[in-house]
């Protein structure tokens, strides 16, 4: 499956809609960005910058509490 195909999953069901999405791809950005994808969602892109992985984990467990 797809991660294009789990994010539309996840916009279908009301139940899961609030889930906050981080993808990390290899796909080159333009080519994501052309997916359609009308979630707002934080993407990372290979290579993994480590800080932003790390500001966005901490940004989405602060919500939690």
Known sequence: I???TVIA??????D???????????MPELTFNNLG????????FK????????SLLAKYSQNKK
């Not at 999953?9 to 009301?14: D, P, T």
């Open 47 to 54: 290579p993994i910058d480590l800080d932003k992985l790390k």
């Open 9 to 14: 999953m996840i916009e279908e069901y009301k």
């Open 37 to 44: 994808v009308t979630k707002t969602i934080d993407v990372l």
């Open 2 to 4: 797809s991660g294009d």
């Open 16 to 26: 899961l809609s609030e889930i906050p999405i981080i993808v990390i791809t290899g």
